[in-house]
């Protein structure tokens, strides 16, 4: 009567990520390749290169995962893996894969949905009972979510324009960020996080965004623009030339993340206003979870937990490591549906959905 186990895999944009985690949430086994590198050099992602990286690195990562787990395929109960939403080029190889997987051992399929298992990772790490709100923040998405059940979500708002990890890169892109002799960041939003830590956030104010939006939706192309426009002013104003560094560049970070920081808890605050209109969370002892690779700032999460604690919201985020896109919380999602006996199907002519 041994704990069941699970094999995730997630190939979904830019990561090649493998695990098995067991059904009290330990993580047995894990490997992640990134591909953030390459693609900092062509300056996006490319579909057809991030789809070659993924075909190049997978089956080490899978075969390494499970080694690091003293196990073999047989010795897991099912295999989990993400078919939507994502790049399609790039999540096809991690279903052809598990494909394979299926194929040789027989074991059962379960296809995850990628922002489902980021919303739940949270309760891998802690005791969570549902319902709760989720807040995914990331590079493609910004998705205020009410959790209900292991596969019942109620969408509550989204965002209209920029994701917010795109506005992060577009704005780092803009300040040539990783031009900056001897400055290691592995993203733009990290970038962005570390050199903010050195300015002011009041330096550059913005006109307030969706101000008059009576919805729970987002958007941050206006904090981009805005802040772009700035930019090209102090270049102006301090004559920096083309490929130069502007010296207030840490009061730039600094007051972009400022700005998101205002809209995401503004919106949120909305949020949770309309959770208690229509009774969909209980009034005390309410949490809500942060995922998604922005999450992993620590200025959002410190500015988001003391909104929170206003509305009697606990503020729950996974660490750093498990926001970012991984196979833990691919494994974990499909722990949860096994224990519930939910979710199996075919991969044979499954198809994978950008959405
Ligand atoms: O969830 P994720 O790993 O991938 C998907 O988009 O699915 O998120 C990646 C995004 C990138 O846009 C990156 O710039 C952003 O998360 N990011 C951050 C930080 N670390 C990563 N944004 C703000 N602050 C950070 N510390
Ligand atoms: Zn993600």
Redesign the pocket.
């Known amino acids: 009567n041994r704990k069941k186990r699970v094999l995730g895999i997630e190939t979904?944009?830019?990561?090649t990520g493998a695990a098995v985690v067991d059904d009290d949430g330990n993580i047995l086994g894990e490997a992640l390749h990134s591909q953030i590198r390459n693609h900092l050099e062509t300056g996006g992602i490319i579909p057809p290169i991030a789809r070659d990286l993924h075909k190049e690195h997978i089956d080490r990562v899978v075969t390494l995962a499970l080694e690091r787990a003293n196990l073999q395929l047989q010795d897991v109960d099912a295999i989990a893996t993400t078919v939507k939403p994502?790049l399609p080029l790039s999540l096809m190889v991690g279903l052809d894969y598990a494909r394979t997987l299926v194929k040789q051992s027989g074991l059962p399929f379960i296809p995850i949905h990628?922002m489902e298992a980021?919303a739940l990772t949270a309760r891998m790490i802690e005791p969570l009972e549902f319902p709760f709100l989720v807040l995914l923040?990331?590079?493609?998405?910004c998705l205020l979510a009410l959790a209900r059940d292991v596969d019942d979500f109620v969408l509550i708002g989204k965002n209209i324009d920029d994701?917010?990890?795109?506005a992060?890169?577009k704005t780092?892109r803009r300040l040539r960020l990783k031009d900056i002799a001897g400055f290691e960041a592995?993203?733009?939003?990290?970038a962005?996080?570390q050199l903010a830590k050195g300015g002011n956030p009041r330096a550059f104010d913005c006109t307030p965004i969706m101000s008059r939006h009576s919805d729970c939706n987002f958007s941050f192309a206006g904090i981009k623009t805005q802040l772009a426009t700035v930019i090209t002013k102090e270049e102006q104003r301090q004559n920096v030339q083309d490929g130069g560094v502007l010296p207030n560049m840490a009061d730039i970070c600094a007051s972009f993340q400022y700005q998101v920081l205002r809209h995401l808890a503004k919106r949120l605050q909305r949020g949770l206003l309309f959770c208690d209109l229509k009774k969909l969370l209980p009034s005390r002892n309410r949490t809500l979870v942060l995922s998604?690779?922005?999450a992993?700032?620590?200025f959002?999460r410190d500015g988001l937990e003391r909104m929170c604690a206003h509305y009697d919201c606990r503020l729950v985020a996974p660490p750093?490591p498990l926001?970012?896109?991984n196979g833990i919380m691919i494994a974990w999602n499909g722990i949860e549906k096994l224990k519930r006996g939910i979710g199996f199907a075919n991969p044979e002519g499954m198809r994978v959905e950008h959405r």
């Open positions: 979904s944009c830019d990561d994502g990628h980021h923040l990331s590079g493609g998405h994701a917010p990890g795109d992060f890169d780092a592995v993203s733009g939003g990290q962005i996080e998604g690779g922005v992993s700032n620590q959002l750093p926001c970012t896109d």
